[in-house]
């Protein structure tokens, strides 16, 4: 069974810097998309970055272009997210997530790490 488990969040002042860390355990994470989101309380859920297999194809919510970066080390089924001139607006739980090999639907969820960055 899939398992994943976030760490790295904190508390930042505006313009801060956080690099968050996503590791999966049970299974091997081949041909499997990884992705970041987060949610604020009382708020959907919001997709921040995912990255596929082969590392090279990346997609960000507008929100973060230019701020967050998305890297993963298979060898370590680990995803990352690196995030720079953090804004108030990015304080939310920060979720990781795993798709099934081949597939698009992420069905595979962490417990979630707070960020929370103050003026």
């Known amino acids: 069974q899939v398992q994943v488990a976030e760490s790295g969040g904190g508390l930042v002042q505006a313009g801060g810097s956080l690099r968050l860390s996503c590791t999966g355990s049970g299974r091997d994470f081949s041909s499997r998309i990884m992705g970041w989101f987060r949610q604020a309380p009382g708020k959907e859920r919001e997709f921040v970055a995912r990255i596929a297999w082969g590392g090279s194809t990346k997609y960000y919510a507008d929100s973060v272009k230019g701020r967050f970066t998305i890297s993963r080390d298979n060898a370590k089924n680990t995803v990352y997210l690196q995030m720079n001139s953090l804004k108030p607006e990015d304080t939310a739980v920060y979720y990781c997530?795993?798709?099934?090999?081949?597939?698009?639907?992420?069905?595979?969820w962490g417990q979630g790490t707070q960020v929370t960055v103050s003026s």
């Open positions: 997530a795993v798709t099934r090999r081949n597939a698009e639907k992420y069905d595979y």
